[in-house]
T-cell receptor
C-alpha cells in the first residue's frame, strides 16, 4: 500500500492521559498536514510541515498539542492531558508541492475517544 | 459565519436521478476549489477539482461562480454507490495551501 498510513486507527484513553499518533505520508511527499474532524463537521486544519519544518499551527492547536516531523518523513501528533473535547478523528494528509498548488491525499485517520 | 457553508442534507435521491447542490465560500481571495467525497467513518477522497470554466468527470459536473462565490456539484444517473458525504473544499492559496472544508452534504441514493 503506497498511500498515507496512520497508526493507531483507534485509541480509547482516559481523561488526563497523554496520547501519540503517527502518520506515514506517501513516499517523496514533502508536505504533511494534520486535520481534526468531529462528528457531522468537515475536517479542520491543525498544522502542517514542509519537509521537517513546521510552518503553521492553527489556533485550534492548544499548548497541549505538539507535532513533529523529525526527518521530514513520518510525523507524530501528541496530545497531553487529554480532555473529552479532544475526542475526534485525527486525519493526516500529504502532498507533493509543485508550483503553487498541491493535491492532498488523506490517511484513514486515528479515531480518539477520551472517556 | 463559516468560511465554507453547505446544506447538510440529506438529499434523498432515487437511483438514476440527477442531484445537484451548492456550497458558498466567504473569502473572495480563495484560489482553488475541490469536491471531496467521504464515506461513513472513512477518510476524505478527492472527487474532482473545480475549474473556473467548469469541468466534468463522467457523471459528475462541477461549476464555479466566482462573482457569487459558490461552487456546485451535479451528479447525473445516480448510483447506489454515490451515497456519501460530499465535502466542498477551498484553498486560499496562501503559504501552506491548507484546505478549508465545508461541513459536507449528505447524499443518499435509494433504489
Amino acid at each position: 500500500d503506497t498511500g498515507v498510513s496512520q497508526d493507531p486507527r483507534h485509541k480509547i484513553t482516559k481523561r488526563g492521559q497523554n496520547v501519540t499518533f503517527r502518520c506515514d505520508p506517501i513516499s517523496e511527499h514533502n508536505r504533511l498536514y494534520w486535520y481534526r474532524q468531529t462528528l457531522g463537521q468537515g475536517p479542520e486544519f491543525l498544522t502542517y510541515f514542509q519537509n521537517e519544518a513546521q510552518l503553521e499551527k492553527s489556533r485550534l492547536l492548544s499548548d497541549r498539542f505538539s507535532a513533529e516531523r523529525p526527518k521530514g518523513s513520518f510525523s507524530t501528533l501528541e496530545i497531553q492531558r487529554t480532555e473529552q473535547g479532544d475526542s475526534a478523528m485525527y486525519l493526516c494528509a500529504s502532498s507533493l508541492i509543485l508550483a503553487s498548488t498541491d493535491t492532498q491525499y488523506f490517511g484513514p485517520g486515528t479515531r480518539l475517544t477520551v472517556l | 459565519r463559516k468560511e465554507v457553508e453547505q446544506d447538510p442534507g440529506p438529499f434523498n435521491v432515487p437511483e438514476g436521478a440527477t442531484v445537484a447542490f451548492n456550497c458558498t465560500y466567504s473569502n473572495s481571495a480563495s484560489q482553488s476549489f475541490f469536491w471531496y467525497r467521504q464515506d461513513c467513518r472513512k477518510e476524505p477522497k478527492l472527487l474532482m477539482s473545480v475549474y473556473s470554466s467548469g469541468n466534468e468527470d463522467g457523471r459528475f459536473t462541477a461549476q464555479l461562480n466566482r462573482a457569487s462565490q459558490y461552487i456546485s456539484l451535479l451528479i447525473r444517473d445516480s448510483k447506489l454507490s454515490d451515497s456519501a458525504t460530499y465535502l466542498c473544499v477551498v484553498n486560499r492559496g496562501a503559504a501552506g495551501n491548507k484546505l478549508t472544508f465545508g461541513g459536507g452534504t449528505r447524499v443518499l441514493v435509494k433504489p
